[in-house]
Every structure is written in C-alpha cells, then in structure tokens.
C-alpha cells in the first residue's frame, strides 16, 4: 500500500479574489481522504502574462494565511484560450 494517495486536481478560476482556488483529496496510510486547497490571486500583466500569487492554505479544516516571507508567485504565459479551456505554462 501506498504511504499517500492523492487524487484528482481540482482548479476552480472565478472572477473574484482570490481568483484561484485548487483543491486535491489525500489519503495518509490509507487512512479517511482529506481535502487540502490553496487560494491565489491572479493578475493580468498583459495579454498573453498572468501573475499568481499563493495567498492562504487550508489542511485539516484548518486555514492559514501565508505571511509575505513564504508566499510564492509564479508567472503564468496563455498558450491557448477558448471559452471553456485556458492552457498556460510557467
């Protein structure tokens, strides 16, 4: 048996910040599945340029805001976008 299981990656984009919220289910030991999320904010920087910016994390039921000193941001670049489909890659 596998020490952890994880399963499918849920990413959820609203219109509203945090605009990101990505959510998977994962089993330790085989135990009960417990969902952990992470919120983001997401800005545009141009047409084609995205920012993301991890902003809280919830494990456990429990939510915790990251300070500044450990959140991590990435930029996004849009290779492909229609209206149910957005493909990036960082």
Do not use: C, H, M
């Amino acid at each position: 048996k596998n020490l952890v299981s994880v399963g499918e990656l849920e990413i959820t984009i609203s219109r509203n910040q945090p605009r990101v919220e990505a959510k998977i289910g994962v089993k330790f030991f085989g135990g009960a599945e417990n969902e952990i999320s992470v919120k983001a904010q997401l800005e545009g920087l141009s047409d084609v340029r995205l920012r993301e910016t991890y902003e809280s994390a919830t494990v456990l039921g429990r939510t915790v805001d990251l300070p500044e000193q450990i959140k991590y941001a990435r930029e996004l670049y849009v290779t492909y976008v229609d209206e149910d489909l957005l493909i990036v890659r960082d």
